[in-house]
């Protein structure tokens, strides 16, 4: 049978019949593993075989998990596959030569995404690439960012080992040993917002060979003087020197996201960076993620000055003597790579008197560090309790010298 035309009237007679249009794309099609993939969202998801809800990664089973009727399944991996170590000069000539893009001409960027689930719609801004939809509360996955061709691929995710009972135990722990805490703060539970999210790292890799000049200074001691003004004094000597130190260090890890405080996410180290299992979005399932807003260029100077300070604690250490200075080294960096990492953190944020304050947990070692507001009243009671001890201990000893 001939198509009407735009209008609804039938077509000319003398027109031949149009050829039949090709068939829409699927709204999704299933994977071999888990997940979902939504094509005219460019977004994953995980539904349940069995019942249709939502597939999360389970912390305490390291599996996967339908919180609706309990099916359970492994994570989908390759057991042949590692985390491979990518070469950074490399990945350092493809960002300038463009093959690449840099972070910075990524930022910023938004899109809105149609939950096909409920239909509503979730935006994803920035580096944000899985959510929870506003609605529903499935779980959605950005499927167009973490192996896009013009951005550096994740090479390995470590999951989360803490679930959130036990943060919740060790926020608590944290928030309540915090005595000047205002106790408006410690209602973080009805008043917060506490996620589980997978931040971007990268690590670095080198082999260094680094030669040196510098000086070494030995402590002596004398005496000089006689009778009551004999003493003892100590001078020291130097003498010039060179030599060459080697070092190698492996997984030195720099935060790649921005909107943060640097020296909280800092504190929660050291990550067990080779526990790092080969990136699979199933990790992710059910948790939040972001991309990277640094590139590895961008971070390499972070990293290079955490290897400066130990390549120079080592000449110390290989000068010797009481003192040292180094007067001049010359760093020979001859094997250098890197890996793109997701790394677990829950994240407590708290507006409290219109100010936010964030507090983070390492999310495989249960390491606490964060910000907190200050109750001026229990610093008054406090600095008053404390001066009345004063005056209290102070009339009691006079008192005992009459």
Request: glycine share 6%.
């Amino acid at each position: 049978m001939s198509e009407p035309t735009p209008d609804g009237s039938p077509p000319p007679m003398a027109s031949p019949p149009p050829m039949a249009a090709p068939p829409p794309p699927p709204v999704a099609e299933a994977t071999g593993v888990r997940a979902m993939l939504h094509s005219t969202e460019q977004t994953r998801t995980y539904p349940c075989a069995s019942c249709g809800g939502e597939l999360r990664f389970d912390i305490v089973l390291q599996k996967l998990k339908c919180h609706d009727c309990g099916t359970v399944s492994d994570v989908a991996v390759d057991a042949t596959q590692v985390v491979a170590e990518r070469d950074l000069r490399t990945a350092l000539a493809a960002l300038q030569s463009g093959t690449i893009d840099r972070a910075s001409a990524q930022a910023g960027a938004e899109k809105e995404i149609v939950c096909q689930s409920c239909g509503g719609h979730t935006t994803f801004v920035g580096s944000v690439t899985a959510e929870r939809c506003p609605y529903c509360a499935t779980p959605i996955q950005r499927d167009d960012v973490h192996e896009a061709p013009k951005r550096l691929n994740v090479d390995g995710v470590v999951p989360f080992q803490i679930d959130e009972k036990k943060a919740t135990a060790a926020i608590e722990q944290w928030i309540n040993s915090r005595w000047f805490a205002p106790t408006e703060f410690k209602t973080y539970n009805r008043t917060g917002s506490f996620s589980s999210v997978y931040m971007a790292y990268f690590t670095y890799d080198a082999d260094t060979q680094t030669h040196y000049t510098g000086r070494r200074g030995d402590d002596h001691t004398r005496t000089v003087g006689s009778g009551d003004n004999q003493r003892t004094e100590t001078y020291t000597t130097w003498r010039p020197v060179s030599g060459e130190v080697a070092n190698n260090f492996d997984d030195i890890p720099v935060f790649a996201n921005e909107g943060f405080d640097r020296k909280r996410i800092a504190d929660l180290e050291p990550w067990p960076t080779a526990t790092a299992k080969p990136y699979s979005p199933e990790y992710v399932a059910g948790h939040l993620c972001r991309t990277y807003d640094l590139d590895v260029e961008d971070c390499l100077g972070e990293a290079t000055g955490k290897m400066e300070t130990v390549i120079d604690q080592t000449i110390r250490h290989d000068i010797g003597g009481d003192h040292q200075d180094i007067n001049s080294k010359q760093t020979d960096w001859r094997t250098m790579t890197y890996k793109h990492l997701l790394l677990p953190i829950w994240l407590l944020a708290v507006i409290y008197q219109e100010r936010p304050f964030r507090v983070y947990i390492n999310g495989v070692t249960g390491e606490v560090h964060g910000d907190r507001p200050w109750s001026k009243v229990k610093i008054i009671i406090a600095a008053v309790i404390a001066a009345v001890l004063i005056i209290t201990l102070f009339v009691l000893y006079q008192k005992s010298k009459t």
